[in-house]
C-alpha cells in the first residue's frame, strides 16, 4: 500500500511510477519532502474553498458550510483535471457527481426518517473517527452519520449470531451463513454446555457465560492453532473443568495445538505438555510442565508457597498444585 492522508510507504509508491502525487491539505511537510526528494511532483488539494480571510486555518469559520464544501469538491477535481491535462474529463466528473448527488438527495426525501438506514463510517483501522465538528460536518455532507466508538449502543446479537460470526472465514463475502455452518455454530455451544442459550441475547448474559460464547465462536472457526487468553477467568469450577476438558480434547483427538494463558497454575498442570512461566524483568522458563511447574519455581513467581502433592483418586496416585495462603497459615497456628 502507497500510504494513507499522513503517511507514506515510498518504496510502494515508487513502484507505482507516478507522475505526481495528490496529497490532503493536512499532509505532514515530511512526507511531502519525501516524496519530492525522490522526483514525483506533489500537489496538495483543500475539498473545500474557505473565505479569503479564514485561509490556512485548521477550524476556518464557515459561515454556509455546505456551499464552501461543494465548491471546494469541484476546485479540487478540476485542479486534478488541469495537472493531469484532463479538464475535459473534469468538468464533466464535476456535473455528474452533483447531478446525482442532487437525485439521491432527492431519493432519501421520499423516504420517512425512522425507515432510513444508520450508516457508520470506519477509518482503515476499522475504528470510528472522532465526533468533533470537521468530522461530523463531513459525514453529514456525505449523507452518513458518523459516531465516535464509546456512542454506539450493543447491537442485541443472539449467542448463536455470535458463535456464527466464527464461521466468517468459511462463508465467503456476500454469503449467508449455510446450513452446515449453523450446525457447527450449535457443536460448538453443545460442547460448552451453552446450547440452551443459543437464542438468548449476548448481552443478557453473565461474564462467565459470555467467555463460554466466545470460546464456542473460536472454536466454530474450525482452525488448526487455538489461543485462548484466561479462559476459565469468571468461570466456576464446573465450568472450568468443562473448559479444561475440551482443552485436552482438541489437543488429543483433534490434533489442534491449544496456546492458552492463565493465571491458575494448576490448570496448566492438568492439560497442558509444556509451559512457559513468565517472572518480572523479561524472566522466563519454558520446558515441559513436569520440569517447569514445580515448588521451587512456582513459590517465589506467586510470592507465596505452592507445593506439589499427590493424592489419591480413584484407585491411583494424581499430583496436583497446592497453593497455601498466608490465611491459611495463620489459622494453622492458631
Partial sequence: ?????????????????????????YAPADMI?????????????????????????????????????NLGLQDGIRLIGKVMGREAQADAMVKDVFQQ?????????????????????????LTTYGSGKYTGLMMQHAGAVNVAAKDIPPFAYKVLDIVLMGRARHVGLFRA????????????????????????????????????????RALAMA??????????????????????????????DRQMAVIFSTHQPNHAHAVADRALLLGAEGRH???????????????????????????????SQLETLVPIFHSQRERNRE
Fill in 33 to 69: 519532502a519525501q516524496i519530492e526528494q525522490a522526483g514525483i511532483p506533489v500537489v496538495a488539494i483543500s475539498l473545500r474553498r474557505e473565505p479569503a480571510a479564514q485561509a490556512g486555518k485548521i477550524n476556518p469559520v464557515l459561515e454556509n458550510e455546505d456551499r464552501v464544501y
Fill in 177 to 216: 451463513p449455510s446450513a452446515e455452518d449453523h450446525q457447527l455454530a450449535k457443536q460448538a455451544l453443545y460442547s460448552l454446555d451453552m446450547l440452551a442459550f443459543a437464542d438468548r441475547e449476548f448481552g443478557s448474559l453473565s461474564g462467565g457465560q459470555r467467555q463460554l460464547v466466545l470460546i464456542a
Fill in 285 to 315: 522458563q519454558l520446558g515441559s510442565c513436569q520440569q517447569v511447574l514445580t515448588a521451587d519455581n512456582l513459590s517465589p513467581l506467586f510470592h507465596l508457597p505452592i507445593e506439589r502433592v499427590s493424592i489419591p483418586f480413584a484407585g
Fill in 1 to 25: 500500500m502507497p500510504g494513507d492522508l499522513t503517511a507514506v510507504n515510498i518504496e510502494s509508491l515508487l513502484a507505482l511510477h507516478p507522475q505526481v502525487v495528490f496529497v490532503a491539505n
Fill in 223 to 252: 482452525c488448526e492453532v487455538l489461543i485462548l487468553d484466561e479462559p476459565t477467568s469468571a468461570l466456576d469450577l464446573h465450568h472450568q473443568d468443562r473448559v479444561l476438558t475440551l482443552i485436552d480434547q482438541l489437543a488429543g
Fill in 101 to 125: 448527488r442532487a437525485l439521491v438527495a432527492k431519493r432519501l426525501q421520499d423516504i420517512p426518517e425512522d425507515q432510513r438506514v444508520r450508516v457508520y463510517m470506519a477509518n482503515p483501522d
